[in-house]
């Protein structure tokens, strides 16, 4: 496994693979990997013959990478690179001077209205990744959902020749979604922790039983989720493809919630396909 930190030993270690015609994936990451990460990068071996796992975390980002255990999980996965940038190398005239890339209408909402600025910065990035490493493929979680509906429409957007793939989240046997915030749970908190993913079921199951209301369904799930003891933030239906409203007729669904428990925020989402039972 190759550990590079310069965009120039990555072209050139690139230009070589392609030389002979190989397939090359990027998994972009922004540290503090687990396993989630690794089915992503399993996946990616899948369907190419080079993988990239890059990590770099904005300096807004609270939690910073854990650099050594990451490096050892994806020595052990076979990982091709790992690209680590220093901030000056994404950022050569400093984050205030660098261009900015936004993503209108799907970055200051659900997510982006919590954390302002911060779908800019990850579209920034990734849009310099792409470009710099151009893989076939792109693989993100479906857990950051809204971050996946975001990239796919910078990618259209700026007409990159890219593949996107979504890959399912990545849960423990009860239902909660591994992620790093997850992590620094107590006891306590982690017992609670599957009712936020058991209410997204709850009112899947609704609709799959025909209710329509979906006003009236988002506000059963903020009621049932302050019911289990989370102060919830929002919980939304939205179309899967572009998180716009849910219009008449839509089949594809995603139900998106953020909670705070204590000192913790927890987000999940969970699609759900519209089917009419006569």
């Not at 936004?102 to 849009?127: C, K, M, R, Y």
């Not at 996946?148 to 046997?173: E, K, M, Y």
């Not at 899947?204 to 988002?218: C, M, P, S, V």
Request: aromatic content about 6%.
């Amino acid at each position: 496994m190759e550990f590079l930190t310069r965009s120039a030993s990555v072209r050139d270690r690139i230009r070589m693979w392609r030389s002979v015609g190989a397939r090359v994936a990027l998994v972009p990451t922004s540290g503090t990997l687990h396993k989630g990460h690794m089915s992503l990068v399993a996946e990616a071996q899948e369907r190419a013959d080079h993988v990239i796992v890059s990590i770099f975390a904005n300096p807004r980002e609270r939690e910073s990478p854990t650099l050594e255990a990451d490096r050892q999980l994806l020595q052990k996965m076979g990982t091709t690179m790992v690209f680590v940038p220093p901030q000056q190398e994404i950022y050569p005239l400093g984050r205030e001077s660098a261009v900015c890339v936004s993503v209108p209408n799907l970055a200051d909402i659900l997510e982006g209205a919590h954390q302002p600025g911060h779908f800019s910065d990850l579209s920034t990035v990734l849009a310099k990744l792409l470009n710099l490493i151009q893989p076939d493929i792109a693989l993100f979680g479906e857990r950051d959902f809204q971050q996946l509906v975001i990239v796919r429409r910078l990618i259209d957007d700026l007409f990159l020749s890219i593949d996107v793939v979504g890959c399912a989240t990545w849960r423990d046997g009860d239902g909660v979604a591994v992620a790093a915030a997850n992590r620094s749970l107590t006891t306590d908190e982690r017992a609670l922790a599957p009712r936020l993913y058991a209410t997204l079921n709850e009112i899947a199951a609704k609709i799959d039983a025909g209710a329509r209301d979906y006003e009236d369904l988002q506000r059963q799930g903020m009621e049932s989720l302050r019911h289990c003891g989370f102060a919830p933030e929002y919980f939304a239906i939205r179309q899967a493809a572009d998180l716009a409203q849910v219009r008449a007729g839509a089949r594809d669904l995603v139900m998106l919630a953020a909670v705070r428990l204590n000192a913790h925020r927890l987000t999940d989402n969970l699609r759900a396909r519209v089917i009419d039972r006569y």
